[in-house]
């Protein structure tokens, strides 16, 4: 499932964190490539919204490729 959520992260940031279970973080990064978005179509804000939509690219990538399965339990 991980490696599905880090192939889905490639192409739609957000969603394949949402795949793996972490609803907050992954509508947290689709939200935010989204709005990275609508300021790279501004020219003038552009130099916001493009570091914004890498970092949210790397983010939702390590974020399904760092997540542990639910029914695991962990003991200390």
């Known amino acids: 499932m991980k ?28 939200i935010l490539v989204i709005i990275g978005m609508i300021l790279c179509a501004t020219v003038i804000f552009s130099f916001i919204g493009i570091p914004l939509v890498l970092a949210m690219w790397v983010w939702s990538i ?15």
Do not use: C, M, Y
């Open 3 to 30: 490696a599905l959520a880090i192939i889905i992260n490639i192409f739609f940031p957000g969603i394949g964190t949402l795949i793996v279970g972490k609803i907050g973080e992954g509508v947290a990064q689709f």
């Open 62 to 76: 390590v974020s399904a490729a760092t997540s542990r399965p639910k029914n695991q339990n962990f003991r200390d």
